[in-house]
């Protein structure tokens, strides 16, 4: 391995004195886009709003990357979106962009020439156009039906080429105009959650009936005269740490766990029934019960699992050790 290099401290303190240059730089840049924020943004969000197809986001080199980001974004939080490189569209993309669809084009000068075929695609097809540039007099800004004008600030790069500040500001402008679809389409914590069902949100919205698939084992039970020996075993075959005790209707009378065998060793285990040493009045979900649900109750009554019910008949036995290796629990 290499020598690492060792910065002397007046090194070190140039660098630390940069590095805060640029975060102000992008202070002050952030502020004067937010001061330039006019009624553009509602017009772009009406245009959008009004068109029932996919938002396209086309952007080249650095504005491309922020653009993918903000199709993320947007479909992320309820506005159909994705991107597209505009070269490829020049050579037979331009298919994507379908009548009722919008294009959000982003150029920091505007007159990227990559982006000269899908404007003009657009203009011949009544496509309408959302541009992001510094510069509304550009081929980029005459070809919007919005132009969302970024004011005019330094790069932080020194010789004023690397988009620094510009593509920090295109980054936040595009997140704001996805806060505001957000809000105007009334998009809830709900929706979020079913646009990432493997994230943690997505995951604890879930209901039990998702959790358990169709392949959800049936929990082990024993009826209420079951002996000791019985109960042991059917715990020991489930390995969930708890077992249903059924009535004679098959619903679920009460639940005994480990704790309960432990405690029951105090007396003569020869004469004991379930029914002696069940909890009669057992925590329990239906199927319809949001995973979070499942983990605050796990979590304030302090124990490590419960059942799920349907129609008072046990279904699915939930412990907590799976729902935190599976990711359930943080």
């Known amino acids: 391995m290499p020598d690492l290099v060792h910065s002397s401290p007046e090194q070190i303190a140039a660098m630390t004195g940069r590095a805060r240059d640029v975060m102000q730089l992008y202070i002050e840049a952030l502020a004067a886009l937010e001061r330039s924020i006019d009624g553009s943004i509602a017009r772009a969000c009406d245009v959008i709003l009004s068109r029932p197809g996919y938002v396209v986001v086309t952007g080249m080199g650095k504005s491309g990357h922020i653009g993918g980001k903000i199709a993320a974004t947007l479909a992320s939080t309820g506005t159909n979106s994705f991107f597209v490189h505009p070269a490829e569209m020049s050579h037979g993309d331009l298919g994507m962009l379908r009548p009722d669809t919008t294009l959000l084009a982003i150029s920091n000068s505007g007159e990227s020439r ?3 075929d899908p404007l003009l695609y657009c203009q011949r097809n009544d496509i309408p156009v959302i541009g992001v540039t510094q510069r509304p007099q550009s081929f ?4 919007s039906a919005v132009c969302l004008t970024m004011p005019k600030v330094a790069e932080a790069c ?3 080429l690397a988009p620094t500040t510009s593509t920090l500001m295109t980054l936040a402008i595009g997140d704001a105009l996805a806060m505001v679809l957000m809000d105007r389409r009334g998009f809830t914590r709900e929706d979020f959650g079913l646009h990432h069902p493997g994230g943690a949100l997505g995951m604890s919205l879930q209901t039990v009936r998702e959790w358990m698939g169709d392949n959800a084992a049936t929990p082990a039970s024993v009826p209420l005269d079951a002996d000791f020996s019985t109960v042991v075993s059917a715990i020991t075959a489930g390995r969930k740490g708890a077992v249903a005790v059924l009535n004679a209707e098959d619903g679920l009378a009460g639940v005994i766990t480990d704790g309960d065998i432990r405690r ?13 040493i069940m909890s ?4 329990t979900v239906d199927l319809d019960a949001r995973m ?16 799920a019910v349907e129609n008072g008949r046990p279904v699915a036995i939930i412990h907590i050790a799976e729902l935190m290796q599976a990711g359930y629990v943080a």
Do not use: M, Q
């Open 158 to 160: 020194p010789n004023g």
């Open 264 to 276: 029951a060793f105090s007396h003569d285990i020869g004469s004991i029934r379930a029914a002696d």
């Open 140 to 143: 980029l800004g005459r070809n």
């Open 292 to 307: 979070s649900d499942v983990v605050d109750l796990l979590r304030t009554n302090k124990i490590s699992n419960l059942f």
């Open 280 to 283: 009669r009045s057992p925590i």
């Open 114 to 116: 990559e982006l000269r």
